[in-house]
Structures are given as C-alpha cells and as structure tokens.
C-alpha cells in the first residue's frame, strides 16, 4: 500500500506514519534511539489509529503544544487524534478503533469538511486549524475545541488553492494557489491581501518574527522571493525583494513595482 504521509513530533521522538490510506502507525523511538540502533523499529508501532471516518489519508500534523494531539487529512474532513499514556475520557467525543500494542491510548474527534482536506497548518498555540480543500476551493479556520469553523473567502479564484503556511508567531496566514496567487491574512480581524507572482508558487517558509516570508517559485529557471512586513502586525504593508542566489539563474523579467514602492504586483485588500 506504500506510505502516504509521515510526521515527527517537535518534542518527543515519535512519529506518525500513514500506511495505504486508512491506518495511522504510532512509533515510539525514545528506547531504540537512546541505544542507537532502529533496526528493527518496523512491527514495534506503539499504537494503531484507525477508524471508519479514515479514509482517504493525504497528510498528518501534529499538534503543537500539545504534544499528544494529531490530525489526520482525509476524503471528508479531518481526524484529530488524542494520544496519550493513559485512558481518555469520552466527552462528547467519538472513540476510534485503536489497536493498542502499549500503555498507549487514543480518542477521536472528526472536523466534517465534505471535501478531500489537501493541506493543513496549526496556529502556533495549537488552539486553530487551517484546512484546505483543493476541489472545492474551500479554506476554513477551525476552534477544535468547540469544533466549529469560519470560512475565508478570498473572491474569484482562478486556480485552486494548494498549501498553507501559519506564521510563527501565529499574526499571520498564507494560503497559496497552485497558480501564481497567495492569500496573507492577518489573524486579529481575518482582513487580507492578495498577491501575484512572476512565477507559480511551489513553497513558502516563514522567517522567525512574523517579518519575513521566504517564496519559491516554479517556471524554467526558477525564482526565490523574500517577503518582508514592513509594519507590526496586524498591519498587512510588505515589499518583495527578488534574491539572486549562486547556482540561482535569476529569470528575465522583474517584479512590477507597488504603489508603495517595492516590488512585486500591488495587493488587493479583502476586508
């Protein structure tokens, strides 16, 4: 069936492994690495999440600050996982089938998408999760908690969303279509602006601070482009610097230059 997604956790060597598109392995490494030897580590899962609601798995996430919480991106929406050393308990919420192989134990709550979740991005707190559904062209930021979700609706889109990325600090979100647009929302009033690249967006990192967003671009022979806020937040002003980087051909044309003067195609601002 082959591996569909993997994830570390930050703070403790465990990793999630979605094996075919249905069961999520646990595999708790703390003993085989404090002897340095992982031969051996495939058949020791610590525990086998699985569950009627988990079909179609495309991407796991960890949950931060949390350190037991995962999510699990499927055909229909999202399983979030609880894992923990001892017996959760069942508070309102659905409990997976889990094949328990040690003193591991896990419940599950699902997050109802109607749609194939394609990528997801905790805030920084743990407390929100971004999802994307390509098809649909549906992105919703979800209170796990309670279990409820606020749509954002950037307008019109004219290529499907593909990934998105959460700020360290939790001020921002961008969401990236698979064509040459991201979205960047500010997180205290969900207003936004929208950007055009030169070339189709592949990836983006953000930089420590919320000051800075670090994109890659597709196309012949490939760009890289710094994003820099230029106010705090929940100010959305910014310019693009295009990087020329060694072994980096830059390509031919440059970035139109905004109305405030940097580079790049002026923001639409979406309230």
Not at 68 to 76: M, P, S
Not at 141 to 167: C, E, H, I, K, N
Request: proline fraction near 7%; aromatic fraction near 6%; glycine fraction near 12%.
């Amino acid at each position: 069936k082959g591996v569909a997604a993997a994830a570390w956790h930050s703070r403790s060597r465990r990793l999630a492994v979605a094996e075919g598109a249905e069961r999520v392995q646990i595999y708790d490494l703390e003993q085989a690495c404090s002897h340095g030897d992982l031969k051996g580590v495939e058949g020791s899962a610590a525990i086998t999440l699985q569950h009627e609601l988990q079909q179609g798995v495309t991407g796991l996430v960890w949950r931060p600050g949390m350190g037991q919480g995962l999510a699990v991106a499927c055909a229909e929406g999202v399983c979030l996982w609880s894992v923990g050393s001892r017996p959760v308990l069942q508070n309102n919420t659905a409990i997976g089938r889990a094949t328990e192989l040690s003193r591991l134990s896990a419940s599950l709550s699902f997050l109802r998408t109607g749609a194939p979740v394609v990528s997801m991005s905790w805030s920084p707190d743990g407390r929100l999760l971004a999802t994307l559904c390509r098809q649909e062209g549906k992105l919703q930021v979800w209170d796990v908690a309670r279990g409820t979700s606020m749509p954002l609706r950037p307008g019109l889109l004219q290529a499907p969303f593909a990934f998105l990325r959460w700020s360290p600090a939790g001020n921002f979100l961008l969401a990236a279509t698979a064509g040459k647009k991201f979205y960047l929302w500010e997180t205290e009033q969900w207003t936004s602006v929208e950007w055009t690249c030169p070339g189709p967006l592949r990836d983006a990192a953000w930089g420590p601070g919320d000051r800075f967003v670090l994109v890659a671009m597709g196309g012949p022979q490939g760009r890289l482009a710094v994003l820099q806020l230029s106010q705090p937040p929940p100010s959305l002003a910014m310019h693009v610097t295009e990087l020329e980087l060694p072994g980096v051909q830059p390509g031919r044309s440059k970035p139109k230059r905004s109305a405030a003067g940097g580079g790049g195609m002026p923001p639409h601002v979406v309230g």
